[in-house]
């Protein structure tokens, strides 16, 4: 069974920084595109970043292009989302979530998500 647990968000101020991490598990995640989804309140499931399985390739939403940094560590089978710079906008529930394949970034896509992690962007 595929598990996807998201930590590390929080109340940040705006301009300030938070790191999210994924402890996954139940699937070869070195073998595995993974990707980060965001959700606002009142809003529909927005892709913001997604990681090749080797790590080696990567793509961003252009809202959080040159802000945000995904990263993973396949040792640990754990995925990374580094925020900084963060808006107001930024608030929304962050989901790790593990797409079909690299290239698909469309809602459909991210079916299979942890239950996410709050960041709230206040001041």
């Known amino acids: 069974e595929v598990q996807l647990v998201e930590s590390g968000g929080g109340l940040a101020q705006p301009g300030g920084s938070l790191r999210l991490s994924c402890a996954a598990s139940g699937f070869t995640f070195g073998s595995s595109t993974m990707s980060w989804v965001r959700q606002a309140p009142g809003k529909g499931v927005e892709w913001v970043s997604s990681?090749?399985?080797?790590?080696?390739?990567?793509h961003y939403a252009e809202a959080v292009k040159g802000r945000f940094t995904i990263s993973r560590d396949n040792a640990k089978d754990t995925l990374y989302l580094q925020l900084n710079s963060l808006k107001t906008e930024d608030t929304a529930m962050y989901h790790c979530?593990?797409?079909?394949?690299?290239?698909?970034?469309?809602?459909?896509?991210?079916?299979?998500r942890g239950q996410g992690t709050q960041v709230t962007v206040s001041s």
């Open positions: 990681i090749l399985s080797s790590g080696s390739l990567t």
């Open positions: 979530a593990k797409p079909p394949r690299w290239g698909c970034w469309a809602v459909e896509c991210f079916t299979i």
